[in-house]
């Protein structure tokens, strides 16, 4: 059955020339205007020497809600212009961030106890043991901080119990200056306090935020010449793009079924992150409503190594939703992406490894980022090829289905 897809798939192949793409990034402390567009400048150029292509890319335009540039891509038979759009929360990630530690502590460890007695823990250690040690590893270590400062304390303490407490002080605030900043457990305790926040109560500004997005994601479904709507969700920005195509859906439910297609990638997705929260029941409606949505399609991208994401799992089936459709599965592997001297210096930088799905290749692959978001194959179309894009790309950048057809 997946393989008459694929055939038919091939057939009513139709090459990219103008997409339109709207990116979550995850919970990332590096903000847009400083950093996400020299990333993706510096990236892209590893992407033209991995697939003998040719890019340019025009000035940042930088909104409150996001940050968008155009991306001209060109092989020698074709051309496609993407309108890059990066939605912004880094305003978000940094008022959390600005909190004072007394009042972050705390939270962090409310968040801690939420995820574990709303039995979210144990679904990490269900469905990918891995995560359950990304999740226990910050809490882990400030546990371990406050036991080598109780225990200074209560060492100086037999001798007076006055000295003793002001010395279990001090050791505790020179740990909080010095391996609490190191181990980056500081944007860590914030990415589980905005989790914990996001379920219970849910965050205004980012929901008016979505809601702008949101038509501007239908207008263009209606109004604009792109053939492709490609709306991609990064880490927790997945989760963040599963809420955006919801509101997208109420008010357009026929999303994709007429005018340009629509395409949805979560790539090392948290969306089972949340999901798994008991009391997340409004999110998974949310997924369920969108994997059965009948203009979208849905590729999940997972990678074993990337601790950060639930590698080879479904999460309408991890959730137990019984949508119309599920997401399409890939798993990829990041070593086959990277030179082997590379990825022997990456293999244990893990949020490295995590950024992987958004930075460009040294090797041609099943899955690389900025063929699908500028290259000239449908993400739908490269998600199903079990190879990708490789065997539709020549050694010298053509496309090998349409040589002679240059766009």
């Known amino acids: 059955m997946e393989t008459d897809l694929i055939a038919s798939k091939e057939r009513n192949f139709v090459p990219i020339t103008k997409r339109l793409v709207f990116h979550i990034g995850g919970y990332d402390p590096i903000t847009p205007p400083q950093g996400a567009y020299r990333r993706f400048l510096r990236e892209l150029s590893r992407f033209e020497r991995t697939w003998s292509v040719k890019a340019s890319v025009g000035a940042p335009d930088v909104s409150t809600d996001e940050m968008k540039w155009t991306v001209t891509t060109t092989g020698p038979n074709w051309r496609v212009k993407s309108n890059y759009h990066l939605v912004r929360w880094d305003d978000v990630i940094q008022a959390q961030s600005r909190q004072p530690l007394w009042r972050r502590l705390p939270l ?30 910050p809490f882990t270590l400030f546990f371990v901080l406050v036991v080598i400062a109780l225990a200074t304390g209560m060492l100086i303490g037999r001798a ?16 909080l200056a010095g391996p609490w900043r190191w181990l980056h457990l500081a944007p860590l305790f914030d990415d589980w306090i905005f989790s914990r926040i996001y379920i219970r109560v849910g965050c205004p500004v980012l929901s008016r935020r979505l809601d702008r997005i949101a038509q501007q994601v239908i207008e263009a479904a209606t109004k604009s010449s792109v053939e492709e709507i490609l709306l991609v969700g990064h880490s927790l920005g997945a989760v963040l793009a599963v809420d955006l195509i919801n509101k997208i859906l109420a008010l357009q439910p026929a999303l994709g079924l007429g005018g340009p297609r629509v395409a949805f990638l979560t790539i090392g997705s948290s969306v089972l992150k949340i999901g798994l929260h008991r009391d997340a029941s409004d999110f998974r409606a949310a997924v369920e409503r969108v994997a059965s949505a009948p203009g979208l399609f849905w590729g999940d991208y997972q990678a074993r190594v990337d601790i950060m994401n639930f590698y080879g799992t479904d ?34 930088r893990f949020f490295r490894l995590h950024c992987q799905f958004i930075s460009g290749n040294d090797r041609r692959a099943e899955y690389d980022y900025f063929m699908l978001v500028c290259g000239p194959l449908a993400a739908e179309h490269q998600t199903l090829m079990p190879d990708g894009a490789q065997g539709a790309i020549g050694q010298d950048g053509a496309l090998l289905s349409h040589r002679g057809a240059c766009q």
């Open 160 to 175: 007076d119990a006055l000295i003793g407490s002001l010395t279990g002080l001090a050791t505790f605030a020179v740990l």
């Open 108 to 137: 962090g460890i409310l968040a801690f106890l939420d995820f574990v007695f709303a039995g979210a823990l144990w679904g990490y250690f269900r469905t990918n043991w891995h995560y359950a040690v990304f999740f226990l590893y």
């Open 315 to 348: 999460p309408t089936v991890e959730m137990a939703l019984i949508p119309n459709a599920r997401p399409v599965v890939r798993l990829v592997e990041i070593g086959r992406m990277l030179e082997h001297a590379m990825y022997r210096q990456l293999r244990l």
